[in-house]
């Protein structure tokens, strides 16, 4: 069975920030793209994040950039959210997810998601 667990998640004030976790069991996270989504109420899902090693090709959104950043621990099967600097908007549900090939690629596998609310 194939799991992804994102945790890390809380309350922050605006301007702080928060790493959030992805653990993978199942399936190795370095075999696939990971990318990071999120979904605040009333609004779409949106991609904020994607780094896939098959290519090297890496997304962020223009609202994160400079703000947010990835990284893996290949020998816990984890991948990282780095969240700094954050901001009322960036509050959400967010969701790691498996992706192949590469970045833009389908969807394999999600997490459930772990929320994020920046006081302002």
């Known amino acids: 069975e194939v799991r992804l667990v994102e945790s890390g998640g809380g309350l922050v004030q605006a301007g702080g920030s928060l790493r959030l976790s992805c653990a993978a069991s199942g399936i190795t996270l370095e075999d696939y793209a990971i990318g990071w989504f999120r979904q605040a109420p009333g609004k779409e899902r949106e991609g904020v994040l994607c780094?896939?090693?098959?290519?090297?090709?890496?997304y962020y959104m223009d609202s994160v950039k400079g703000r947010f950043s990835i990284s893996a621990d290949n020998a816990r099967n984890t991948v990282y959210l780095q969240m700094n600097s954050l901001k009322p908007e960036d509050t959400a549900e967010y969701f790691c997810?498996?992706?192949?090939?590469?970045?833009?690629?389908?969807?394999?596998?999600w997490g459930l998601g772990t929320q994020v609310t920046v006081s302002s």
């Open positions: 997810v498996a992706v192949s090939p590469v970045c833009g690629g389908v969807t394999d596998y």
């Open positions: 780094i896939s090693s098959n290519d090297g090709s890496t």
